[in-house]
Protein backbone atom coordinates (compact mmCIF):
# COMPACT_ATOMS: atom_id res chain seq x y z
CA UNK A 1 0.00 0.00 0.00
CA UNK A 2 0.90 3.72 -0.55
CA UNK A 3 2.45 5.65 2.18
CA UNK A 4 -0.26 7.92 3.86
CA UNK A 5 0.29 11.61 1.60
CA UNK A 6 -3.19 11.41 2.56
CA UNK A 7 -4.01 15.44 3.83
CA UNK A 8 -1.06 15.80 3.94
CA UNK A 9 0.27 19.32 5.05
CA UNK A 10 2.31 20.85 1.96
CA UNK A 11 4.54 22.14 4.20
CA UNK A 12 5.91 19.06 6.07
CA UNK A 13 8.75 18.57 4.01
CA UNK A 14 9.66 21.66 4.49
CA UNK A 15 9.71 21.92 8.25
CA UNK A 16 11.73 18.15 8.16
CA UNK A 17 14.18 19.89 6.35
CA UNK A 18 14.27 23.08 9.06
CA UNK A 19 14.06 20.40 11.67
CA UNK A 20 17.22 18.71 10.30
CA UNK A 21 19.85 21.72 9.59
CA UNK A 22 19.15 22.77 13.04
CA UNK A 23 19.26 19.06 14.26
CA UNK A 24 22.61 18.99 12.75
CA UNK A 25 24.10 22.34 13.91
CA UNK A 26 23.40 21.32 17.39
CA UNK A 27 25.15 17.61 17.47
CA UNK A 28 27.92 19.43 15.95
CA UNK A 29 28.04 22.35 18.30
CA UNK A 30 27.98 19.50 20.74
CA UNK A 31 30.77 17.64 19.71
CA UNK A 32 32.72 20.71 19.39
CA UNK A 33 31.96 22.20 23.19
CA UNK A 34 33.04 18.86 24.43
CA UNK A 35 35.76 18.04 22.19
CA UNK A 36 38.33 17.83 24.83
CA UNK A 37 35.88 15.37 27.30
CA UNK A 38 36.10 13.10 24.52
CA UNK A 39 39.64 12.91 23.88
CA UNK A 40 41.13 13.92 27.05
CA UNK A 41 39.98 10.97 29.79
CA UNK A 42 41.48 8.48 32.02
CA UNK A 43 40.04 4.96 34.02
CA UNK A 44 39.30 7.61 37.35
CA UNK A 45 35.81 7.66 37.78
CA UNK A 46 35.53 11.57 38.17
CA UNK A 47 37.42 11.33 34.10
CA UNK A 48 35.08 9.15 33.01
CA UNK A 49 32.15 10.54 34.05
CA UNK A 50 31.54 13.25 32.00
CA UNK A 51 32.21 11.28 29.10
CA UNK A 52 29.70 8.77 29.75
CA UNK A 53 27.05 11.61 30.46
CA UNK A 54 28.40 12.28 26.71
CA UNK A 55 27.80 9.10 24.95
CA UNK A 56 23.95 8.50 27.30
CA UNK A 57 22.80 12.31 26.08
CA UNK A 58 24.12 11.50 22.15
CA UNK A 59 22.24 7.96 22.38
CA UNK A 60 18.75 9.85 23.98
CA UNK A 61 19.19 12.33 21.10
CA UNK A 62 20.01 10.44 18.04
CA UNK A 63 18.16 7.46 18.57
CA UNK A 64 14.97 10.15 19.04
CA UNK A 65 16.41 11.62 15.49
CA UNK A 66 16.04 8.11 13.62
CA UNK A 67 12.76 7.12 15.46
CA UNK A 68 11.31 10.69 14.31
CA UNK A 69 12.17 10.43 11.16
CA UNK A 70 10.77 6.89 11.08
CA UNK A 71 7.66 7.87 12.59
CA UNK A 72 7.18 11.63 10.32
CA UNK A 73 7.27 9.41 7.45
CA UNK A 74 4.07 6.99 8.43
CA UNK A 75 2.16 10.00 9.77
CA UNK A 76 3.01 12.81 8.28
CA UNK A 77 1.90 16.40 9.34
CA UNK A 78 -1.66 16.90 7.89
CA UNK A 79 -4.02 19.54 7.10
CA UNK A 80 -5.08 20.93 10.57
CA UNK A 81 -4.67 23.30 13.52
CA UNK A 82 -3.56 20.61 15.62
CA UNK A 83 -0.51 19.67 13.00
CA UNK A 84 0.58 23.30 13.47
CA UNK A 85 0.58 22.83 17.41
CA UNK A 86 2.24 18.93 16.92
CA UNK A 87 5.49 20.50 14.97
CA UNK A 88 5.77 23.86 17.56
CA UNK A 89 6.14 20.57 20.24
CA UNK A 90 8.39 18.97 18.07
CA UNK A 91 10.60 22.27 17.68
CA UNK A 92 10.50 22.32 21.82
CA UNK A 93 11.70 18.59 21.42
CA UNK A 94 14.70 19.76 19.29
CA UNK A 95 15.24 22.83 21.82
CA UNK A 96 15.61 20.34 24.95
CA UNK A 97 18.42 18.37 22.80
CA UNK A 98 20.28 21.71 22.81
CA UNK A 99 19.52 22.24 26.55
CA UNK A 100 20.89 18.08 27.26
CA UNK A 101 23.86 18.58 24.91
CA UNK A 102 24.96 21.65 26.66
CA UNK A 103 24.54 20.34 30.03
CA UNK A 104 26.74 17.67 29.81
CA UNK A 105 28.90 16.64 32.22
CA UNK A 106 25.63 17.63 35.02
CA UNK A 107 24.51 14.47 35.52
CA UNK A 108 21.06 15.87 36.97
CA UNK A 109 20.40 18.10 34.65
CA UNK A 110 20.73 15.68 32.04
CA UNK A 111 18.25 13.53 34.25
CA UNK A 112 15.78 16.07 34.43
CA UNK A 113 16.26 16.89 30.78
CA UNK A 114 15.53 13.01 29.48
CA UNK A 115 12.84 13.34 31.43
CA UNK A 116 11.03 16.75 30.10
CA UNK A 117 11.89 15.24 26.86
CA UNK A 118 9.85 12.19 27.47
CA UNK A 119 6.78 14.10 28.80
CA UNK A 120 7.21 16.24 24.90
CA UNK A 121 7.09 12.56 23.46
CA UNK A 122 3.92 11.93 25.50
CA UNK A 123 2.48 15.43 24.51
CA UNK A 124 3.32 15.12 20.20
CA UNK A 125 2.11 11.32 20.41
CA UNK A 126 -1.36 12.81 21.84
CA UNK A 127 -0.95 15.33 19.38
CA UNK A 128 -0.29 12.65 16.77
CA UNK A 129 -4.07 10.57 17.81
CA UNK A 130 -5.76 13.93 17.93
CA UNK A 131 -4.54 14.59 14.58
CA UNK A 132 -4.82 11.44 12.68
CA UNK A 133 -8.37 10.66 15.06
CA UNK A 134 -6.51 7.19 15.51
CA UNK A 135 -5.02 5.94 19.12
CA UNK A 136 -2.78 3.52 16.70
CA UNK A 137 -0.46 5.94 15.55
CA UNK A 138 0.93 6.78 19.16
CA UNK A 139 2.14 4.89 22.33
CA UNK A 140 2.52 8.39 24.15
CA UNK A 141 1.53 6.06 27.38
CA UNK A 142 4.65 4.60 27.29
CA UNK A 143 7.03 7.97 26.91
CA UNK A 144 4.28 9.11 30.03
CA UNK A 145 5.55 6.24 32.06
CA UNK A 146 9.18 6.83 31.66
CA UNK A 147 8.68 10.32 31.96
CA UNK A 148 7.18 9.52 35.23
CA UNK A 149 9.87 7.27 36.19
CA UNK A 150 12.80 9.87 35.55
CA UNK A 151 11.57 12.47 37.40
CA UNK A 152 10.89 10.31 40.40
CA UNK A 153 14.41 9.36 39.98
CA UNK A 154 15.59 12.92 39.81
CA UNK A 155 13.93 14.01 43.14
CA UNK A 156 14.67 11.32 44.64
CA UNK A 157 18.39 10.96 44.03
CA UNK A 158 19.13 15.10 43.99
CA UNK A 159 19.31 14.82 47.99
CA UNK A 160 21.99 12.27 48.00
CA UNK A 161 24.09 14.82 45.71
CA UNK A 162 24.90 17.09 48.67
CA UNK A 163 26.67 14.70 50.93
CA UNK A 164 30.01 15.48 48.72
CA UNK A 165 31.54 11.32 49.75
CA UNK A 166 28.85 10.00 47.83
CA UNK A 167 28.31 12.72 45.03
CA UNK A 168 30.91 10.51 42.54
CA UNK A 169 29.04 7.41 43.25
CA UNK A 170 25.25 9.00 42.88
CA UNK A 171 26.00 10.11 39.59
CA UNK A 172 27.76 7.10 38.64
CA UNK A 173 24.27 5.47 39.48
CA UNK A 174 22.13 8.29 38.11
CA UNK A 175 23.90 7.72 34.92
CA UNK A 176 23.97 3.88 34.66
CA UNK A 177 19.44 3.87 35.68
CA UNK A 178 19.50 6.84 32.94
CA UNK A 179 21.34 4.79 30.45
CA UNK A 180 19.24 1.22 31.33
CA UNK A 181 16.00 3.42 30.82
CA UNK A 182 16.75 4.34 27.04
CA UNK A 183 17.51 1.20 26.48
CA UNK A 184 14.71 -0.45 28.09
CA UNK A 185 12.68 2.39 26.26
CA UNK A 186 14.12 1.64 22.83
CA UNK A 187 13.32 -1.85 23.22
CA UNK A 188 9.80 -1.75 24.16
CA UNK A 189 9.32 0.64 21.60
CA UNK A 190 10.52 -1.24 18.69
CA UNK A 191 8.30 -4.17 19.86
CA UNK A 192 5.39 -2.07 20.39
CA UNK A 193 6.07 -0.83 16.30
CA UNK A 194 4.67 1.94 13.94
CA UNK A 195 1.66 0.49 12.69
CA UNK A 196 1.19 1.08 9.49
CA UNK A 197 -2.55 0.95 8.05
CA UNK A 198 -3.46 1.29 5.50
CA UNK A 199 -6.48 3.85 4.41
CA UNK A 200 -9.88 2.83 3.50
CA UNK A 201 -12.51 5.83 1.86
CA UNK A 202 -15.92 4.73 2.21
CA UNK A 203 -18.71 6.00 -0.14
CA UNK A 204 -22.45 6.55 1.90
CA UNK A 205 -24.84 6.58 -0.61
CA UNK A 206 -25.09 2.98 -1.92
CA UNK A 207 -22.82 2.26 -0.27
CA UNK A 208 -24.04 2.99 3.46
CA UNK A 209 -27.22 4.39 3.43
CA UNK A 210 -29.87 2.90 0.96
CA UNK A 211 -30.77 6.02 -0.72
CA UNK A 212 -32.75 4.49 -3.68
CA UNK A 213 -34.71 2.64 -1.41
CA UNK A 214 -35.33 5.63 1.07
CA UNK A 215 -36.18 7.92 -1.93
CA UNK A 216 -38.57 5.67 -3.52
CA UNK A 217 -40.75 5.68 0.08
CA UNK A 218 -40.09 9.04 0.63
CA UNK A 219 -41.89 10.33 -2.49
CA UNK A 220 -44.97 7.89 -1.92
CA UNK A 221 -45.26 9.22 2.09
CA UNK A 222 -44.19 12.64 1.64
CA UNK A 223 -44.67 13.33 -1.44
CA UNK A 224 -48.14 11.82 -2.28
CA UNK A 225 -46.51 10.36 -5.66
CA UNK A 226 -48.22 6.93 -7.05
CA UNK A 227 -44.93 5.28 -7.83
CA UNK A 228 -44.82 1.46 -8.00
CA UNK A 229 -41.16 1.01 -8.42
CA UNK A 230 -38.57 -1.21 -6.22
CA UNK A 231 -34.88 -0.67 -5.51
CA UNK A 232 -34.46 -3.51 -8.14
CA UNK A 233 -36.44 -1.57 -11.05
CA UNK A 234 -33.82 1.17 -11.12
CA UNK A 235 -31.19 -0.22 -13.84
CA UNK A 236 -29.57 2.95 -14.02
CA UNK A 237 -28.80 6.03 -12.38
CA UNK A 238 -30.66 8.26 -14.44
CA UNK A 239 -34.07 6.26 -14.54
CA UNK A 240 -36.52 8.85 -15.42
CA UNK A 241 -39.02 9.43 -12.97
CA UNK A 242 -41.91 12.11 -13.31
CA UNK A 243 -40.18 14.50 -15.62
CA UNK A 244 -37.38 13.76 -13.77
CA UNK A 245 -34.19 11.20 -12.83
CA UNK A 246 -34.24 9.03 -9.86
CA UNK A 247 -30.51 10.69 -8.88
CA UNK A 248 -32.02 14.28 -9.97
CA UNK A 249 -34.90 13.27 -6.67
CA UNK A 250 -31.63 12.29 -4.24
CA UNK A 251 -30.12 15.07 -4.86
CA UNK A 252 -32.87 17.47 -4.02
CA UNK A 253 -34.19 15.21 -0.56
CA UNK A 254 -30.41 15.35 1.12
CA UNK A 255 -31.23 18.96 1.37
CA UNK A 256 -34.15 17.93 3.99
CA UNK A 257 -32.28 17.20 7.12
CA UNK A 258 -35.88 14.45 7.51
CA UNK A 259 -34.70 12.40 4.68
CA UNK A 260 -31.01 12.64 5.56
CA UNK A 261 -31.49 11.57 9.24
CA UNK A 262 -33.89 8.66 8.27
CA UNK A 263 -32.43 6.92 5.34
CA UNK A 264 -32.01 3.08 6.29
CA UNK A 265 -27.88 1.68 6.54
CA UNK A 266 -27.00 -1.06 4.06
CA UNK A 267 -27.71 -4.47 5.27
CA UNK A 268 -24.50 -5.62 7.27
CA UNK A 269 -22.58 -1.81 6.91
CA UNK A 270 -22.65 -1.62 10.55
CA UNK A 271 -20.87 -4.94 11.27
CA UNK A 272 -18.56 -4.22 8.45
CA UNK A 273 -17.37 -1.01 9.29
CA UNK A 274 -16.64 -2.19 13.01
CA UNK A 275 -14.46 -5.21 11.97
CA UNK A 276 -12.50 -2.67 9.26
CA UNK A 277 -12.38 0.20 11.74
CA UNK A 278 -10.03 -2.03 14.28
CA UNK A 279 -7.37 -2.35 11.53
CA UNK A 280 -7.53 0.58 9.14
CA UNK A 281 -7.91 4.14 9.18
CA UNK A 282 -11.33 4.53 7.45
CA UNK A 283 -12.14 7.67 5.74
CA UNK A 284 -15.81 8.39 4.86
CA UNK A 285 -15.79 10.54 1.49
CA UNK A 286 -19.07 11.85 0.34
CA UNK A 287 -19.67 13.61 -2.57
CA UNK A 288 -23.24 15.04 -0.89
CA UNK A 289 -23.57 18.73 -0.64
CA UNK A 290 -22.71 20.94 1.84
CA UNK A 291 -25.84 21.76 3.15
CA UNK A 292 -26.06 18.06 3.97
CA UNK A 293 -22.92 17.34 6.16
CA UNK A 294 -24.63 18.36 9.53
CA UNK A 295 -27.28 15.91 8.91
CA UNK A 296 -25.39 13.47 7.13
CA UNK A 297 -22.59 13.56 10.30
CA UNK A 298 -25.66 13.63 13.06
CA UNK A 299 -27.15 9.79 10.53
CA UNK A 300 -23.45 8.54 11.25
CA UNK A 301 -23.38 9.57 15.26
CA UNK A 302 -26.98 7.84 15.18
CA UNK A 303 -26.64 4.53 13.47
CA UNK A 304 -23.08 4.15 15.49
CA UNK A 305 -21.36 3.71 11.94
CA UNK A 306 -17.62 3.50 12.82
CA UNK A 307 -15.05 5.81 11.09
CA UNK A 308 -12.16 7.89 11.87
CA UNK A 309 -12.78 10.63 9.83
CA UNK A 310 -14.71 12.63 6.99
CA UNK A 311 -13.41 14.04 3.46
CA UNK A 312 -16.37 15.91 1.21
CA UNK A 313 -15.34 15.85 -1.83
CA UNK A 314 -18.43 17.55 -4.12
CA UNK A 315 -15.79 20.25 -5.23
CA UNK A 316 -12.74 18.09 -5.73
CA UNK A 317 -14.03 14.31 -7.21
CA UNK A 318 -13.10 11.31 -5.43
CA UNK A 319 -9.13 11.45 -6.80
CA UNK A 320 -8.32 11.72 -3.33
CA UNK A 321 -4.45 10.75 -2.71
CA UNK A 322 -2.83 8.86 -0.09
CA UNK A 323 -6.32 6.56 0.15
CA UNK A 324 -5.58 3.18 -0.57
CA UNK A 325 -9.04 1.94 -0.90
CA UNK A 326 -12.11 3.22 -2.28
CA UNK A 327 -15.19 1.68 -1.75
CA UNK A 328 -18.06 3.33 -4.20
CA UNK A 329 -21.45 2.20 -5.91
CA UNK A 330 -20.31 5.00 -8.76
CA UNK A 331 -18.56 3.64 -11.57
CA UNK A 332 -16.99 6.77 -12.66
CA UNK A 333 -15.88 8.03 -9.11
CA UNK A 334 -13.95 4.50 -8.99
CA UNK A 335 -12.46 5.03 -12.70
CA UNK A 336 -11.61 8.66 -11.89
CA UNK A 337 -9.73 7.26 -7.86
CA UNK A 338 -8.16 4.52 -9.86
CA UNK A 339 -6.49 6.43 -12.63
CA UNK A 340 -5.29 9.27 -10.33
CA UNK A 341 -3.83 6.90 -7.73
CA UNK A 342 -1.40 4.45 -9.49
CA UNK A 343 -0.99 2.78 -6.23
CA UNK A 344 -4.62 2.40 -5.11
CA UNK A 345 -7.60 -0.18 -5.41
CA UNK A 346 -11.58 0.74 -6.09
CA UNK A 347 -14.00 -1.51 -4.57
CA UNK A 348 -17.26 -1.31 -7.01
CA UNK A 349 -20.16 -2.03 -5.00
CA UNK A 350 -22.87 -4.12 -7.08
CA UNK A 351 -26.06 -2.62 -6.81
CA UNK A 352 -28.70 -2.74 -9.34
CA UNK A 353 -28.11 0.85 -11.22
CA UNK A 354 -24.64 -0.29 -12.08
CA UNK A 355 -24.33 -4.14 -12.40
CA UNK A 356 -25.72 -3.98 -16.29
CA UNK A 357 -23.45 -0.75 -16.73
CA UNK A 358 -20.61 -1.96 -15.58
CA UNK A 359 -20.51 -4.75 -18.11
CA UNK A 360 -20.63 -2.07 -20.95
CA UNK A 361 -17.90 0.17 -19.41
CA UNK A 362 -14.77 -0.90 -21.56
CA UNK A 363 -12.34 1.49 -18.79
CA UNK A 364 -14.14 -0.18 -15.96
CA UNK A 365 -13.63 -3.98 -17.92
CA UNK A 366 -9.87 -3.30 -18.24
CA UNK A 367 -9.27 -1.84 -14.50
CA UNK A 368 -10.92 -4.92 -13.77
CA UNK A 369 -8.50 -7.17 -16.23
CA UNK A 370 -5.26 -5.38 -14.73
CA UNK A 371 -6.90 -6.12 -10.64
CA UNK A 372 -7.16 -2.16 -9.67
CA UNK A 373 -10.95 -2.71 -9.84
CA UNK A 374 -12.87 -5.33 -7.54
CA UNK A 375 -16.99 -5.81 -7.96
CA UNK A 376 -18.35 -7.01 -4.88
CA UNK A 377 -22.26 -7.99 -4.00
CA UNK A 378 -22.39 -6.87 -0.55
CA UNK A 379 -20.16 -6.41 2.12
CA UNK A 380 -19.31 -9.92 2.96
CA UNK A 381 -17.65 -10.01 0.05
CA UNK A 382 -15.94 -6.12 0.13
CA UNK A 383 -14.44 -7.50 3.69
CA UNK A 384 -12.87 -10.59 1.78
CA UNK A 385 -11.83 -8.55 -1.11
CA UNK A 386 -9.86 -5.97 1.19
CA UNK A 387 -8.36 -8.60 3.51
CA UNK A 388 -6.52 -10.43 0.21
CA UNK A 389 -5.83 -6.77 -0.67
CA UNK A 390 -4.10 -6.01 2.26
CA UNK A 391 -2.67 -9.72 3.47
Not at 19 to 38: D, M, N, P, S
Not at 132 to 137: F, Q, Y
Not at 175 to 186: A, D, F, Q
Not at 302 to 322: C, D, I, M
Request: aromatic share 14%; with cysteine; proline share 4%.
Amino acid sequence: MSPPEFQKSPYTDYFVRLLRIIFGVVVAQGIIKHGQTLFSWSFSLRKLLPLFSFAIVYMLVILSWIFYHHSITLYPYRKSYVATVRATFDLIIIFTYVYLIFSIPDTFDILLGAAVVFMLYAITGILRVLEWRDKRVSRWRLSLIFSGVLFIMYYVMLPLQEDSQLELIVEFVVNIKVLSLLVVYRYLRKRLGYPKFSIIGVDIDGVLGDQVQHILRYMREKEGRNIDLTEEDIREWDYPIGGSTISDHIERALLHEEFVITMPVVKCAKNALKLLYERYHLVIISNRPKEAQKATKQWLKSNNLKFHETLWTRETGKAVPGVDILIDDNIENIKMFVSHSPRSFGILFLRPWNRQTKDKDRELQRLIGMKRVFCCNGWGEVLRAISNMTS
